[in-house]
């Protein structure tokens, strides 16, 4: 069964924005409102890379890469984090994931991040 729902995603111009969502269908509220969760991305032909998390109370961190441009946020009513991207780069291209801190559930497909220079 599915643990997680990315979307999102798309093709979009240098310095444009993208919110991505994720919801994770399965976990129930007492497990998810104190978890730490984890946006990831992967660019062709490179490892995973660990982009943004945040806590249960909201303590955000984020990559060097992407401080100052993106937001990580969650709504715990609707068990779902979110990816605000903006001033995007055609670095940022990738197949961007969620999943918790120790990265425990099974990856879902991904939401596709194209951005054309």
């Known amino acids: 069964q599915v643990h997680l729902v990315e979307s999102g995603g798309g093709l979009v111009q240098a310095g444009g924005s993208l919110r991505l969502s994720c919801r994770f269908t399965?976990?129930?509220?007492?497990?998810?409102?104190?978890?730490?969760l984890g946006w990831y991305r992967q660019a062709p032909g490179k490892q995973r890379e660990l982009v943004a998390t945040i806590t249960g109370d909201c303590t955000t961190t984020y990559a060097e890469s992407v401080k100052g441009r993106f937001t990580i946020s969650r709504d715990n009513a609707r068990k779902t984090i979110y990816l605000q991207m903006n001033n995007l780069k055609p670095e940022d291209s990738a197949v961007y994931y969620c999943?918790?801190?120790?990265?425990?559930?099974?990856w879902g497909q991904g939401t596709q991040v194209i951005v054309s220079s």
């Open positions: 399965r976990l129930i509220t007492s497990t998810f409102n104190p978890a730490t």
């Open positions: 999943n918790g801190q120790s990265q425990e559930l099974p």
